[in-house]
């Protein structure tokens, strides 16, 4: 159990959601909660998981379970990690330096945002574990090869393309606080003539849309992705896949890994839950390459779903924020542990030893079938 600072004892990500709560403001905490328009996605991707019933074995001989996996050649020791988000320094004075400690602790895989701010040098500085670098596609394709290249230099691990932001969701909330990023905190690995727009208040609405608008290249098809690939010799990672078409054309262009993620309902309104496109493409990649998941994990029990689906890996989004703005690294750790420590408790209670003993056999169909999505 973590005990952080406040005294309060923080026993699951919800603890941890409320103690952050208390500590950020209420414009940052929208645009961290915050979904597209009316938040059915974001809503959908948590009720998915209320829908899961397990099938537990009995007298299997699970004393223990053994939550280890390994991506491209690196040992985790869990299969839960963090997913690129923008901007930590927005909840913590150390920002990404912290949340790679936080990771390091608890052996997980911490996809670095390209909108870090920290320098993608100072992050590698402080991580014990692996970190991959998330790239989304720009107009100024010279800052992508810079970021790529810096980020091979520094022991990265892969490139994480993000491929659902042609352009931004609308987001209501960051629309009408007229959020933009303040202070002292910027995406400090991009020449700051490209990210003027984010930190311009003073034309209402969100900052970060204008920016992306104006910068994001929306005309990104299958057949850019070689130009990419030729960037940089580390595995190119494809994020935000919910098709089974898109995930075949993501094979056949030689993805080495995708990322089932509807980026936690924060692009299109109504698309379907995270979960509930992940046996499809699953089914459609065939074991060609790791499938990876995100959206709405909040518990140990989710991972489990998410990974006797398919999944080789899952990945945490908003839950690692309120961990590192309750606790800094021990607050990122805290998350990642607890998280952790559910998956191997359910996974003993579930009669299963180890990941690859995680497969559809571990859940109801019916809790799966059909859905609101
Ligand atoms: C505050 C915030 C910032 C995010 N920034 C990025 C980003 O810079 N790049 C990206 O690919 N996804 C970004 N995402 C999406 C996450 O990577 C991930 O897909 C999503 O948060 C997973 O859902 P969850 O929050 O329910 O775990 C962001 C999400 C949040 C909440
Ligand atoms: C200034 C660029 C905006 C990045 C915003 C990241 C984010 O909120 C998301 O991807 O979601």
């Given at each position: 159990?973590?005990?952080?600072?406040?005294?309060?004892?923080?026993?699951?990500?919800?603890?941890?959601?409320?103690?952050?709560?208390?500590?950020?403001?209420?414009?940052?905490?929208?645009?961290?909660?915050?979904?597209?328009?009316?938040?059915?996605?974001?809503?959908?991707?948590?009720?998915?998981?209320?829908?899961?019933?397990?099938?537990?074995?009995?007298?299997?001989?699970?004393?223990?379970?053994?939550?280890?996996?390994?991506l491209?050649?690196t040992?985790y020791?869990?299969?839960?990690?963090?997913?690129?988000?923008?901007?930590?320094?927005?909840?913590?004075?150390?920002?990404?330096?912290?949340?790679?400690?936080?990771?390091?602790?608890?052996?997980?895989l911490f996809?670095?945002?390209?909108?870090?701010?920290?320098?993608?040098?100072?992050?590698?500085?402080?991580?014990?574990s692996g970190l991959w670098?998330?790239?989304?596609?720009?107009?100024?394709?010279?800052?992508?090869?810079?970021?790529?290249?810096?980020?091979?230099?520094?022991?990265?691990g892969?490139?994480?393309?993000?491929?659902?932001?042609?352009?931004?969701?609308?987001?209501?909330?960051?629309?009408?606080?007229?959020?933009?990023?303040?202070?002292?905190?910027?995406?400090?690995?991009?020449?700051?003539?490209?990210?003027?727009?984010?930190?311009?208040?003073?034309?209402?609405?969100?900052?970060?849309?204008?920016?992306?608008?104006?910068?994001?290249?929306?005309?990104?098809?299958?057949?850019?992705?070689?130009?990419?690939?030729?960037?940089?010799?580390?595995?190119?990672?494809?994020?935000?896949?919910?098709?089974?078409?898109?995930?075949?054309?993501?094979?056949?262009?030689?993805?080495?890994?995708?990322?089932?993620?509807?980026?936690?309902?924060?692009?299109?309104?109504?698309?379907?839950?995270?979960?509930?496109?992940?046996?499809?493409?699953?089914?459609?990649?065939?074991?060609?390459?790791?499938?990876?998941?995100?959206?709405?994990?909040?518990?140990?029990?989710?991972?489990?779903?998410?990974?006797?689906?398919?999944?080789?890996?899952?990945?945490?989004?908003?839950?690692?924020?309120?961990?590192?703005?309750?606790?800094?690294?021990?607050?990122?750790?805290?998350?990642?542990?607890?998280?952790?420590?559910?998956?191997?408790?359910?996974?003993?209670?579930?009669?299963?030893?180890?990941?690859?003993?995680?497969?559809?056999?571990?859940?109801?169909?019916?809790?799966?079938?059909?859905?609101?999505?």
């Open positions: 159990m973590t005990q952080l600072q406040t005294g309060t004892p923080l026993l699951t990500a919800s603890d941890y959601r409320r103690s952050a709560q208390r500590l950020v403001g209420s414009d940052v905490w929208d645009f961290i909660e915050g979904g597209a328009e009316d938040e059915r996605t974001l809503a959908a991707n948590l009720r998915a998981f209320d829908r899961v019933r397990l099938r537990p074995r009995v007298l299997a001989g699970v004393p223990d379970a053994d939550t280890t996996v390994s491209f050649g040992a020791a869990t299969p839960i990690g963090i997913a690129p988000t923008a901007y930590h320094r927005l909840v913590d004075a150390e920002g990404e330096v912290a949340t790679a400690r936080g990771a390091g602790r608890a052996g997980a996809v670095v945002g390209m909108f870090a701010s920290r320098t993608i040098e100072d992050i590698a500085a402080a991580a014990s670098l998330q790239l989304y596609w720009l107009r100024r394709r010279d800052v992508m090869r810079d970021l790529a290249e810096r980020a091979e230099r520094s022991g990265y892969a490139i994480m393309l993000t491929v659902d932001v042609p352009r931004m969701g609308r987001r209501w909330r960051d629309m009408r606080n007229g959020f933009a990023i303040g202070g002292d905190v910027a995406a400090v690995n991009i020449e700051p003539a490209v990210m003027a727009e984010a930190h311009r208040r003073d034309e209402g609405g969100s900052a970060l849309a204008r920016h992306t608008a104006g910068s994001f290249d929306p005309s990104l098809s299958w057949a850019d992705l070689a130009w990419l690939r030729d960037c940089t010799r580390l595995p190119l990672v494809l994020k935000g896949i919910l098709t089974a078409e898109d995930a075949a054309l993501a094979v056949a262009h030689g993805a080495d890994a995708i990322v089932v993620s509807n980026h936690g309902g924060r692009q299109l309104d109504g698309a379907v839950a995270s979960l509930d496109a992940l046996a499809e493409v699953a089914d459609a990649v065939g074991g060609a390459c790791p499938v990876l998941f995100d959206g709405g994990v909040r518990r140990g029990a989710d991972a489990l779903a998410a990974l006797a689906l398919g999944a080789r890996m899952v990945l945490l989004g908003r839950p690692p924020l309120w961990g590192l703005a309750a606790g800094g690294a021990d607050g990122v750790a805290g998350v990642l542990r607890t998280a952790t420590e559910e998956l191997a408790h359910a996974m003993v209670l579930a009669g299963r030893a180890a990941l690859p003993d995680l497969d559809r056999t571990a859940l109801r169909p019916t809790s799966l079938a059909g859905g609101d999505a």
